[in-house]
DNA sequence: CAGTATATGTCAAGATATTGACGTGAGTCA
DNA sequence: TGACTCACGTCAATATCTTGACATATACTG
């Protein structure tokens, strides 16, 4: 059996089962996952505009355009009316919505690395992350 | 820092990276990411069945039934006709086409593990493993 | 054996994301 | 300063995937 070409068996299948149950846990706070996604960005650092959004998101500037749109309509963020370069920020709202949110995901997450001690799991963060850089540097 | 979120958080990293570096690499071999893991499959484990190919491939079985009729009409892979529950294969061109691609896709990876070692390999493996079992059954 | 449940293939519709394209502002360098 | 490049926001169109639905075949159960 091909090992290395199975390392992109399993990352795929781990991201579409985590993907998944994000997915149904997040159904119950109203959001979405690219929304959750953004929303947590947002109250990592506030102030972010469209188009880092959608790099920290991984998704593309023209889709965080509407997901924007829709979260900004909901109340949930705020832009600061600069035309140009809008700059971005929670609600008080979306910082609720968003608590509550975080704490379902992590509870995901959590049973996601149960079988895996502390050190597994860095372990696991440190592999993955170089396994990505390794792949954006050509 | 939570680690917790953000071994979620590498994982979709690393998953998009790679999802990226395979598509360019199939691109010179006119087919996609879900057409290779098809065919993939198929190479693996001939007569597989729509819906036994839609699991593998983690996709719905109407993504896959589509997939398979493109697939078909290009002459890649072969139905035997069996109307309810049909089996499929590779036909000749499917497997010298599967040839090249895996090629391509081998070094794909091959450059995303280049910083692990092969007992990181096996461990990262496991890892996964274990993640995507753990969320998989509640 | 009859009846129910489960899984499959397939059609239609809807949602979501990507690609392409355009105008505009910001930064760079001669 | 002026020309050029690049990144951004945004509109439209295209493709892709998922959800919903239905008929049917297989498996299970009493």
Redesign the interface.
């Known amino acids: 059996m091909?090992?290395?070409?199975?390392?992109?068996y399993?990352?795929?299948?781990?991201?579409?089962?985590?993907r998944?149950?994000?997915d149904t846990a997040l159904r119950e706070h109203d959001l979405t996952v690219p929304q959750y996604s953004c929303l947590?960005q947002l109250a990592h650092r506030p102030g972010l505009t469209n188009a880092e959004l959608a790099r920290g998101t991984?998704v593309s500037r023209q889709a965080m355009h509407q997901l924007l749109a829709t979260l900004r309509s909901t109340g949930l963020v705020h832009g600061d009316g600069g035309g140009r370069h809008e700059r971005f920020t929670l609600t008080s709202d979306g910082a609720r919505r968003l608590a509550g949110a975080?704490a379902a995901?992590?509870a995901?997450?959590?049973?996601?690395?149960?079988?895996?001690d502390p050190q597994?799991?860095?372990?696991?963060?440190a592999?993955?992350?170089?396994?990505?850089?390794?792949?954006?540097q050509p």
């Open positions: 091909d090992l290395d070409t199975a390392v992109g399993v990352l795929k299948r781990a991201t579409v089962a985590l998944a149950a994000m947590e991984f975080s995901v992590a995901v997450q959590e049973r996601m690395l149960t079988p895996l597994q799991r860095q372990r696991l963060h592999d993955l992350t170089a396994c990505a850089n390794a792949l954006n």
